[in-house]
């Protein structure tokens, strides 16, 4: 039982501090609530009233040295693992950093460096972060669900040749977001069905200023029509989108490792990125004039074709079943098995290695 108190409590412990950060402000601010969901998050993770950033997670050390300080101090943390619902960058704020410029110092504490940190996006260098697929909008219930969704992938007709949902790109500095959309204007403009075989060249769904967030449809049924999926950088390397696309049955273009394939290789083996995936570096295109529209063109239909059925298999690594899915769809490690997966064995290497020295 300790051994479970333990794992729930790291589980939740985004959860638990924002409850505790949320009576804070409530006695203490004058602020009005946020109305948007980027000011609920903003709100938990930049804290005017919290003394110092460091403090988030000592409440958490402390339990878990006083509740059942056998099971933490036999082995120091590095048989326990994390879940962090937001990207690493918003828990590694230095520890001199008073008052935080943003975010908190959680990942920088001495005193949890031994965990091992689920996080949806991980930094390049901290060994501990492993980096977990972003929730989609596709939750099955049960089996029967699951495969209708896949035949309907795999009959989908893709009348566009690429889409790039999101925002972003509309100012004048030269970023890959803004190659992109200059790139559909014009492919759009110049190009025909008669010469590429699709009815859409690119196709852009804006989803500036969060109007996707709670529209799932709105970019779910482009996808689906669509054959590749750009997924650019944006304020950090990793995207949703991603995996949107995955689900979809679309292949995703990178133009970052950082994206995904030095990301989530629990979930998306390292070495099968080429049989999914197409990677064009964004100094190509944003420096070098490279046009995507050139590469994506120039691989052979029947490659696509077999790119697009790996994707398909991916499916079931990067959704979440719903809670209380049926048996039967249980019987297919989703997202949440593989990391678990993946955690346990990383914990069981780490050990392996303690008694070895």
């Not at 009576?23 to 000011?39: A, I, L, M, Q, V």
């Not at 989908?156 to 200059?182: C, D, E, K, W, Y």
């Not at 290789?265 to 099968?272: A, F, V, Y």
Request: overall charge negative.
């Amino acid at each position: 039982m300790a051994y479970l108190t333990h794992f729930i409590l790291l589980l939740l412990i985004n959860l638990a501090s924002s409850q505790q950060i949320s009576n804070t402000e409530s006695s203490s601010s004058t602020t009005t609530n946020p109305t948007t969901t980027e000011d609920c998050n903003n709100r938990w993770i930049y804290i005017r009233n919290l003394p110092s950033s460091f403090l988030h997670g000592m409440g958490l050390f402390d339990f878990l040295q006083s509740d059942e300080p056998g099971i933490w101090n036999r082995h120091m943390g590095h048989d326990h693992f994390l879940v962090m619902s937001r990207p690493a960058w918003d828990f590694c704020q230095p520890l001199d950093n008073d008052p935080p410029i943003w975010g908190t110092s959680f990942l920088e504490l001495p005193e949890f460096y031994n965990v091992t940190v689920l996080v949806p996006e991980g930094r390049a260098w901290p060994w501990q972060e492993h980096a977990v697929p972003y929730p989609t909008s596709f939750h099955p219930p049960n089996l029967a669900c699951f495969e209708a969704w896949i035949q309907r992938v795999r009959r989908s007709r893709r009348v566009s040749l690429m889409l790039f949902a999101g925002g972003g790109g509309i100012g004048a500095s030269p970023n890959i977001r803004r190659s992109i959309r200059t790139e559909c204007e014009n492919a759009n403009t110049s190009m025909t069905k008669d010469n590429t075989g699709y009815s859409q060249i690119c196709h852009i769904v804006d989803c500036s200023n969060g109007i996707c967030e709670h529209d799932p449809i709105r970019y779910m049924r482009p996808m689906l029509q669509a054959t590749f999926c750009l997924q650019p950088p944006g304020d950090t390397p990793t995207r949703r989108s991603t995996f949107d696309a995955i689900t979809a049955g679309c292949i995703p273009v990178f133009f970052e490792e950082m994206s995904a394939r030095s990301q989530y290789r629990w979930h998306l083996p390292e070495e099968k990125y080429p049989e999914f995936s197409v990677f064009i570096p964004k100094e190509e295109v944003v420096f070098k004039g490279l046009k995507i529209l050139d590469v994506l063109m120039g691989i052979p239909r029947s490659e696509v074709r077999k790119m697009r059925e790996s994707v398909i298999e991916l499916i079931p690594r990067v959704i979440y079943r719903r809670h209380g899915s049926s048996l039967g769809l249980r019987t297919k490690k989703d997202a949440f098995d593989t990391a678990i997966d993946g955690a346990l064995q990383t914990i069981k290497d780490k050990l392996n290695d303690l008694s070895e020295q």
